[in-house]
């Protein structure tokens, strides 16, 4: 069964500053996607950035980038240029080509500092 | 992406009682998934509902205690049944939409519920 670890329960950084949260999975699956969600505390899930495991490159969206280590089974996410409103919980998650069920981590709690 | 909505978006419902959650999205899809997340909690799949099919439940999860519809592509109910106070989470419904090769789940804005 594919697994999802985030080690990092809580992190607190100062606005402007970098930030790296940790992601380890857990699978027998070569081709697959992954996932960093972030959920403000309007609950709402939304979709940071996603990873084909077949490409070798580093996904980047604006400030957000990941470092996506596919024999170590990591897929870490760098907030650049840390904002108030990334405040959130940041949840990993990973998905086998073909399936349909996500498997997400345990979360994150990201709190930026004025 | 996809837009979807839930209604509704917070509710407090008595022990005992039933609540149906929609779901709704902006264009038809073939499979809709309905998550429960516990407070202080990551997510967990409650079931997969199709089309024209009865819905595929997660162990743990019984037809009994979250009957679901799906009267159509863009559509779908989540019920409560019989609630109790261990019911009180946020229900998330999510849709899948393919580009390229790559699969995403998109979520709705989640339903949260307290059962008093």
């Known amino acids: 069964a594919q697994t999802v670890t985030q080690s990092q329960p809580e992190m607190s950084v100062q606005e402007a500053e970098t930030v790296t949260l940790s992601c380890t999975y857990d699978?027998?699956?070569?081709?697959?996607?992954l996932f960093w969600y972030k959920q403000p505390p309007s609950r709402q899930m939304i979709l940071v950035i996603r990873?084909?495991?077949?490409?070798?490159q580093n996904a980047t969206e604006n400030r957000f980038s990941v470092n996506f280590q596919k024999a170590a089974k990591s897929f870490s996410l760098k907030i650049s240029d840390s904002q108030l409103g990334d405040t959130a919980m940041y949840f990993c998650?990973?998905?086998?080509?073909?399936?349909?069920?996500?498997?997400f981590g345990q979360g994150t709690r990201l709190t930026i500092n004025p | 992406s996809a837009v979807i909505s839930q209604k509704p978006s917070r509710d407090i419902c008595q022990r005992g009682t039933s609540l149906t959650i929609q779901c709704q999205v902006d264009?038809?899809?073939?499979?809709m998934f309905w998550y429960r997340q516990q407070p202080g909690q990551s997510l967990t799949l409650i079931a997969t509902?199709?089309?024209?099919?009865?819905?595929?439940?997660e162990s743990g999860f019984v037809i009994d205690k979250f009957p679901i519809s799906r009267p159509n592509l863009t559509f779908s109910t989540l019920t409560v049944s019989n609630m109790s106070p261990e019911d009180s989470s946020i229900y998330l419904c999510?849709?899948?939409?393919?580009?390229?090769?790559?699969?995403?789940?998109?979520f709705g804005p989640g339903t949260r519920l307290t059962v008093l």
């Open positions: 264009s038809q899809v073939t499979m």
């Open positions: 699978t027998s699956e070569n081709n697959y996607y």
């Open positions: 990873q084909e495991a077949y490409k070798q």
């Open positions: 999510s849709v899948s939409r393919t580009s390229g090769y790559t699969d995403t789940q998109y």
């Open positions: 509902a199709n089309q024209g099919s009865e819905a595929t439940y």
């Open positions: 998650a990973f998905l086998p080509r073909g399936a349909q069920k996500l498997v």
